[in-house]
């Protein structure tokens, strides 16, 4: 008997969604955004409402109380381990905007600076702008990184003028006088950040990004002529801050325990040069366990918050006192872990395919020898024979296309010859499947036999790490899991790109190349793609011409009731056309103009002129993703 906890445990949904999802008795998908058990909202309901309105499938949804409880949980467990280890100061976090810039996410992200002093990171001028417009507490810094002209300065030392808490990072030697030079000639005095380049790296994907040969940073020479520049136009007691970034998804909690030491270390040592360093920023990498497996795997990590929390605290801690130093306020720039939960891709299948026909072969007697033995295989496999079985017809098959290159085999006979080896390998593999026979062969059957799933949205908008770094995310059926998954598929995008599918799937032990789906009857059938809140929506482009989705914004209230606080709807064909400079009406009127010709030369009528004019107009203000009843 199939089960609703078979469902829990087949998708891994309690591994990876930290207690925000999971699967509700009716076998619908339930978000708990404030980790309140009695408090959860019903996707199946969500996706239900939409279905009757006008905001079109693909859908994302976002749940803005996933943010502020991320905040809470990293906040909380940095002062359970400052208190722990009697650690003598304070934490705080900031968000990197390079994350996700989307403004309702910042706007959420920035409520909760009046409680945690939560901060803000930028890389970029447009990153800045956006950034100066929101109000952070008076403690909460402004963090300003990456490569910077004079006009980026300007404007950080601007607001530093203004009152704004800014701190300029100097991640780049050559950036330590251009700052310098500029902070003289308009007399404001930066609070100044400087990045040292570690030997220890991260794990993982992003290991690159730290290491001696790493994009930014100073080496402990640049660092050292760094500070001798600083004092020499009398501006060392305005550097404050130490910071270090080893890269992204850090998948191992020792490479964070090496790092903060090695680091703490340099803070030490500043520190002894009687300058000082009020902030630590040990930077992004806080992984984010996507399969659940909880390991060193790539796309896993090894530790949860509270042992980042631990390692780093601890850590530092032990350094600073042996070097007999103060603690300094600990900052993380932690993107990932803020950001990832919090929003989700709801997907409308819009059908799918199998590689081959599921047809009766008729065998008239005169076929080739191969086909009649291939015809006798598939009418006596059976549950004891179907090992011996399945090998003789693979060599059939074999047979069969050696005999096809030699000329000796009409089309027609070789297709019999194939929809008769598919249909002896789909009963194998459900022999096998019934048998728990979990040999290779057979497993690689499954991937064989699998479906294609049509899946209205595009992987390059809405999941395009999956694409460029084979990053996974979890997806799973929104509801419909009180029912046991009988079938095994990939899922396709809408583009045109043969890499617009999906065939990695998150696991426990191992990466899924086939995912377990249900059957498609004539109703709906809505997947999930999870934990897609980091990174993707800026990164995802326009490949196609497929543009930004629809999106929600929902919130659950004290009593257990949502609500959908904002809707937005997403790019329409007519915003995506005139993103690559088109002009909508040059090419409306082009298309009138021909319309025009071909009446005037009756080669349409004025009926038929009407109908395509304004077919024209709808399309050009429709949504650029597939709008058709599946089923
Ligand atoms: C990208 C980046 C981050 C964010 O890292 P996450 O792994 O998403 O937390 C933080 N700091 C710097 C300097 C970065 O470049």
Redesign the pocket.
């Known amino acids: 008997m199939w089960k609703i906890e078979d469902a829990i445990d087949l998708y891994g949904i309690e591994r990876w969604g930290s207690g925000y999802f999971s699967y509700n008795r009716k076998g619908n998908l339930i978000v708990t955004p404030t980790k309140s058990h009695s408090n959860y909202i019903d996707l199946k309901k969500v996706v239900e409402y939409f279905e009757g309105k006008n905001v079109k499938f693909p859908i994302l949804f976002r749940f803005p109380q996933i943010l502020e409880g991320q905040i809470k949980e990293i906040n909380g467990a940095f002062s359970s381990a400052i208190s722990e280890y009697d650690y003598n100061n304070s934490y705080q976090a900031v968000f990197?905007i390079?994350?996700n810039q989307r403004k309702e996410v910042l706007e959420e992200i920035v409520k909760s600076s009046k409680k945690f002093n939560t901060g803000l990171?930028v890389?970029t001028k447009a990153e800045l702008l956006a950034a100066l417009s929101f109000e952070l507490s008076e403690d909460a810094v402004l963090i300003c990184?990456g490569f910077k002209d004079e006009e980026y300065l300007k404007l950080a030392l601007y607001a530093t003028r203004i009152g704004k808490n800014v701190v300029i990072v100097i991640d780049e030697f050559d950036g330590t006088e251009r700052l310098l030079k500029l902070s003289q000639k308009l007399n404001i005095m930066p609070v100044i950040g400087i990045r040292a380049k570690l030997y220890s790296r991260g794990s993982g994907k992003w290991a690159e990004s730290g290491g001696e040969t790493s994009k930014f940073g100073l080496t402990t020479t640049e660092m050292l002529d760094s500070i001798r520049i600083i004092k020499e136009y009398d501006m060392l007691e305005q550097l404050k801050m130490l910071h270090f970034?080893i890269g992204?998804?850090i998948t191992e909690v020792r490479r964070i325990q090496r790092a903060v030491k090695e680091a703490a270390r340099v803070y030490a040592k500043i520190k002894g040069m009687r300058i000082n360093i009020k902030y630590f920023n040990i930077?992004?990498?806080?992984g984010v366990d996507y399969d659940g497996s909880k390991t060193s795997s790539e796309a896993s990590a090894n530790y949860s918050i509270q042992e980042y929390a631990n390692n780093v605290v601890y850590s530092l801690k032990d350094v600073c006192d042996e070097e007999n130093v103060p603690h300094p306020i600990i900052i993380s720039?932690?993107?990932?872990?803020i950001s990832a939960y919090h929003s989700i891709l709801a997907i409308d299948v819009k059908g799918s395919k199998n590689g081959y026909y599921n047809r009766i072969v008729e065998i008239e007697g005169n076929e080739p020898h191969t086909i009649k033995e291939l015809y006798d295989t598939l009418k006596e496999i059976n549950i004891k024979n179907y090992v011996e079985y399945f090998h003789d017809a693979i060599q059939h098959r074999d047979e069969l296309i050696s005999l096809f290159n030699l000329g000796e085999i009409e089309l027609g006979d070789k297709s019999k010859g194939e929809v008769l080896f598919l249909q002896i390998c789909a009963k194998a593999a459900s022999f096998a499947r019934e048998t728990e026979n979990k040999s290779d062969e057979f497993e690689d059957l499954n991937k064989l036999l699998s479906k294609k799933y049509i899946c209205n949205f595009s992987i390059f908008q809405s999941m395009p790490d999956f694409w460029a770094i084979d990053q996974l995310f979890p997806i799973v059926p929104v509801y419909g899991v009180d029912r046991k998954p009988t079938e095994y598929g990939t899922l396709v995008d809408i583009t045109c790109d043969s890499d617009g599918e999906i065939d990695k799937f998150v696991d426990l032990k191992d990466v899924k190349e086939i995912l377990e789906l249900h059957a498609l009857d004539n109703g709906s059938y809505y997947l999930a793609a999870l934990l897609i809140g980091?990174y993707q929506d800026t990164i995802g482009d326009y490949h196609n011409l497929f543009g930004t989705v629809n999106e929600a914004h929902i919130i659950i209230d004290d009593s257990g009731k949502w609500h959908i606080k904002k809707t937005i709807i997403g790019d329409r064909n007519c915003d995506v056309l005139g993103s690559v400079r088109y002009n909508i009406n040059s090419l409306t009127s082009t298309f009138k103009s021909d319309v025009a010709q071909a009446l005037k030369q009756k080669r349409i009528s004025e009926a038929e002129a009407d109908e395509m004019l304004k077919n024209y107009s709808n399309v050009m203000n429709e949504y650029t993703y597939l709008d058709y009843k599946s089923g």
């Not at 930077?283 to 806080?286: H, P």
């Not at 720039?333 to 872990?337: C, D, L, M, V």
């Open positions: 990197p390079k994350v990171e890389g990184n970034h992204s998804q930077g992004g990498g806080l720039e932690s993107g990932r872990a980091a």
